[in-house]
């Protein structure tokens, strides 16, 4: 039960996009299109589940026991960074219809402070393996879901009379805030606050 | 010379008009002096990491620059991190896990690939002193706003000053509290947004 709320808080009430501010930069980059948003979340979720569990592991086992803590931003930086090559590497050679569908997503991910963010946050929050695996798992899920319904509403006002400076990213701004102000309904769902 | 330094808070305005480090932007505006101390400390990592990469432009290998580039923001990242928490400590607790994700703000590597690696060590600082001001301008334009309207203060400091009362005593109890939650972080950069897109001619 309590890691079903832990996955409930990570997914609707502290959605990491809408209501935690975390990975903007994809959620308005790429969400003009249904299909390139879809492509960008399966990379989000799995590369955030993988790095969450590897910069834990790293963390917990090598970084604290060797009272290195304070490299904690640079070591998490570069893990990430090298995971996601890596990532692309491998897809390339095993799964090329995957790497066909991810592939331009990947380089993109090392900047998606979200990825990083949850890596902070999972040692913040103290959480143990399997909470981590969890709440990497729920904040992505949560990702996809504010991508995805932001790319479906953005592909319906293309066509809409916008006046003039408020078209393209402003308007996408807009929308953001309406969807954070819907999403702001989940607070007090089971007794999870924001 | 001085256009570098220019350049940063007007016609490249990082997050108007470039739109690049919109998540601090947005999440840590809820005040005005958060947003300030946030300001500040993009200020200190990119000016020392745009002098120090262009201080090393010349022994920094072609294919290996971006992870260098990680190490360095890095550094200053962690000094900037550990300072705060020691002297800031109310300012470390609301800025949160956004200290650390400076290291991935964009305008600090956008700046130092695109800028401080081709240029010499002056104009590198002035173009990061430019940037870092230009993004501390607008994130504390939206924490004042946000402050302002969701809290009835402005520039209230956690444990110490309490805040000019913008709109008289009464505002405080009923505040427009939308503003400092997350909605309104995204409607006020709306409307600045469209705002500086009208006033510099562009739409």
Not at chain 1, 16 to 23: D, E, K, M, N, Y
Not at chain 2, 50 to 57: G, M, P, T
Not at chain 2, 70 to 91: C, N, Q, R, W
Request: with cysteine; glycine share 8%.
């Amino acid at each position: 039960m309590d890691l079903f709320l832990l996955f409930l808080a990570a997914f609707l009430v502290n959605n990491i996009v809408l209501l935690r501010f975390l990975g903007l930069c994809p959620f308005f980059g790429v969400s003009s299109k249904l299909e390139t948003a879809i492509g960008m979340s399966m990379a989000v979720i799995f590369v955030m589940t993988l790095s969450s569990i590897i910069t834990w592991l790293l963390y917990n086992y090598i970084l604290v026991p060797l009272h290195l803590v304070y490299l904690r931003t640079a070591t998490f930086i570069l893990v990430i960074a090298s995971l996601v090559q890596f990532t692309e590497l491998f897809l390339k050679k095993s799964a090329p219809a995957l790497y066909k569908a991810l592939g331009i997503f990947l380089p993109l991910i090392t900047t998606n402070c979200a990825i990083l963010g949850v890596a902070f946050l999972n040692i913040d929050y103290g959480h143990s393996i399997i909470q981590t695996i969890v709440y990497a798992i729920g904040v992505a899920l949560g990702f996809m879901l504010a991508l995805v319904l932001m790319a479906g509403i953005r592909e319906r006002i293309e066509f809409a009379p916008i006046p003039k400076p408020f078209r393209g990213l402003p308007i996408a701004f807009i929308l953001a805030s309406l969807m954070a102000l819907a999403f702001l309904g989940f607070v007090g769902l089971f007794g999870l606050s924001l | 010379m001085f256009r570098h330094f220019v350049n940063g808070i007007l016609k490249e305005n990082p997050v108007l008009v470039l739109a690049i480090g919109l998540c601090p932007t947005l999440a840590v505006s809820t005040s005005a002096y958060n947003a300030l101390g946030m300001g500040l400390a993009v200020i200190f990592v990119l000016t020392m990491s745009n002098l120090i990469v262009s201080a090393a432009r010349k022994v920094i290998p072609q294919n290996l620059r971006i992870p260098i580039f990680i190490i360095i923001i890095s550094t200053f990242v962690t000094i900037t991190d550990y300072v705060m928490k020691a002297y800031l400590p109310e300012l470390a607790k609301n800025l949160g896990v956004f200290v650390p994700l400076i290291v991935v703000n964009c305008i600090i590597l956008g700046r130092a690939e695109g800028f401080a690696y081709k240029h010499s060590v002056p104009a590198a600082l002035l173009d990061g002193l430019g940037s870092g001001i230009g993004f501390t301008l607008v994130i504390f334009i939206i924490g004042s706003i946000r402050e302002i309207l969701g809290a009835g203060t402005w520039m209230s400091i956690p444990g110490g000053f309490e805040g000019f009362k913008v709109f008289g005593e009464g505002f405080l109890n009923y505040p427009v509290l939308f503003m400092i939650l997350p909605p309104g972080g995204f409607l006020v950069i709306a409307f600045l947004m469209a705002l500086s897109r009208k006033l510099t001619g562009e739409a």
